[in-house]
């Protein structure tokens, strides 16, 4: 079966829910994305009878999460239509129908969060995509949806 060992980054997706009972739709393509869900942050418990310091997990950071995507004036444009308003975001692993026709649906796994996101226009060189800038702000935490 798929998936048993791993999946490729082919077929991830970056959705918005505008509508807490809407669907998702896709935000624009993108060509990669940040880590998810980073690991928690270590608080200290190190006494002076340790030889060594030791740690316990803290609490997990939703800082500000960049994807990346092509610019264009519509990718541009879609993103900035969300800016200033708080919406479900996603990203969704998997999709189905043909190649070219694909439909997602997040078969290998869906992270949910509540933010705003907004874009920016990254520099370039010479013979480069111009490429677009997606930051989006989590204010609830990233949770992973399995079916």
């Given at each position: ?73 519509e990718n541009y444009q879609a993103v900035a239509e969300l800016e200033g308003h708080q919406y479900n975001y996603a990203i969704w692993f998997g999709a189905t129908g043909d190649p070219g026709s694909e439909t997602p649906d997040g078969h290998f796994g869906k ?37």
């Amino acid at each position: 079966m798929a998936g048993e060992r791993g999946i490729s980054t082919y077929q991830t997706y970056l959705m918005v829910q505008k509508t807490s009972q809407g669907t998702y739709e896709k935000v624009v393509d993108i060509t990669s994305f940040p880590d998810l869900i980073p690991p928690r942050e270590r608080i200290d418990i190190t006494t002076l009878s340790d030889y060594m310091r030791v740690y316990i997990n803290g609490i997990g950071d939703t800082s500000e999460q960049t994807y990346a995507a092509n610019y264009t004036p519509e990718n541009y444009q879609a993103v900035a239509e969300l800016e200033g308003h708080q919406y479900n975001y996603a990203i969704w692993f998997g999709a189905t129908g043909d190649p070219g026709s694909e439909t997602p649906d997040g078969h290998f796994g869906k992270f949910e969060w509540t933010g705003d996101i907004s874009a920016g226009v990254n520099g370039g060189g010479v013979n480069e995509a111009v490429g677009l800038s997606i930051t989006c702000t989590p204010s609830t935490p990233i949770v992973p949806k399995f079916a």
